[in-house]
């Protein structure tokens, strides 16, 4: 009876052993990220995804994260589209129970997830997407401790922007153009009163809605002014059409703006109309120092293109 007994356990122990060296290991650490792979900001959110993936890649190829273990990612798409952000943001925290949160490359879409991350007390390392709505204090007055951001305020780069134009560019008379969305206004903002507050209030401002595509309107009210530079805050599919619209109406404009053209969708779209457009950027793939490099031949290898500005935040973020 009691040889049957340990007979039995031995061969119990021996199926778990089997069954155990079966099953692969379980990650350590759980990333979700929630980001714009369709829609319009697609082409921020596919390249910022593609280096979140690269990091993790490596950083696991190496054996994870020290005294911890390796990254698991998982990645929804929010179509650009609020309510699908919150939807794809209660997913990966209640149904694929995250560790972490890393979302999303529009404003707009950050903005409506933020309430859902908060509550649940999940922390969203954001690295994309630039209001400054999404790091203001809460209506309490208290800073929101589960959102941190590595991406610059739209209004204070566009204020930057306003400020090339005027003293490196030397323009006379500078508008404004921004698209209604979350990103467009908040940036547009930062760049009027900025050029208020040098006493070069624009000489014309305007705005549109994304998706549209007529703009005559708004380039010929450029034109009768004398407008000379253009801060532009949208994104590059309307871009792209203005500046072709532009040209065959003969308004001659000066183009600069802030990250949200250097993205190579939107040379693709403009063509040649893109050139002497003027960005900013956190990061340019010409960048020499060593990290740099090494960043930019690993994501090209990988993927096939080069990193941008969005890339180089998302890789740095997951590090």
């Known amino acids: 009876m009691m040889n049957r007994f340990w007979a039995g356990g031995a061969m119990a122990v021996l199926v778990l052993l089997v069954v155990s060296l079966a099953t692969p290991a379980v990650a350590q650490v759980k990333l979700g990220v929630v980001d714009n792979l369709t829609g319009p900001a697609a082409a921020y959110g596919i390249t910022h995804v593609n280096a ?23 990645v929804e798409d929010d179509g650009t589209k609020p309510t699908e952000a919150v939807n794809a943001t209660n997913k990966v925290i209640t149904r694929d129970k995250i560790d972490f949160l890393m979302g999303s490359c529009s404003s707009s879409t950050t903005l409506a997830l933020m309430p859902i991350h908060t509550k649940l007390e999940m922390i969203n390392l954001n690295s994309c997407s630039s209001s400054k709505m999404i790091t203001d204090p809460l209506p309490s007055g208290q800073l929101n401790k589960w959102i941190f ?45 900025y050029l208020k507050g040098i ?8 705005n549109y809605n994304s998706g549209d595509k ?9 034109k009768d002014a004398g407008v000379d530079t253009l801060g532009y805050f949208g994104y590059y599919q309307e871009a792209a059409l203005i500046l072709k619209q532009a040209k065959q109406l003969g308004v001659k404009l000066r183009v600069v703006t802030t990250d949200v053209l250097h993205t190579p969708v939107f040379v693709e779209l403009a063509g040649g109309d893109a050139n002497g457009v003027i960005v900013t950027t956190a990061f340019t793939q010409d960048a020499s120092d060593a990290r740099s490099v090494k960043f930019t031949e690993a994501f090209k290898k990988r993927w096939g293109k080069d990193p941008t500005g969005v890339s180089a935040m998302g890789y740095d973020a997951v590090y």
């Open 199 to 206: 006493g070069k209030p624009a000489a014309v401002h305007e």
């Open 214 to 222: 007529t703009f005559s309107s708004q380039l010929l009210k450029f």
């Open 149 to 193: 951001r590595l991406q610059y305020r739209s209004d204070r780069t566009a204020a930057f922007v306003a400020e090339f134009a005027d003293k490196e560019l030397g323009a006379k008379k500078i508008g404004v153009m921004n698209d209604t969305n979350e990103y467009g206004r908040a940036a547009a903002d930062g760049a009027v009163q």
């Open 52 to 74: 979140i993936r690269l990091a993790v890649e490596e950083i696991n190829a190496a054996g994870g994260i020290k005294g911890i273990g390796k990254i698991e990612l998982i």
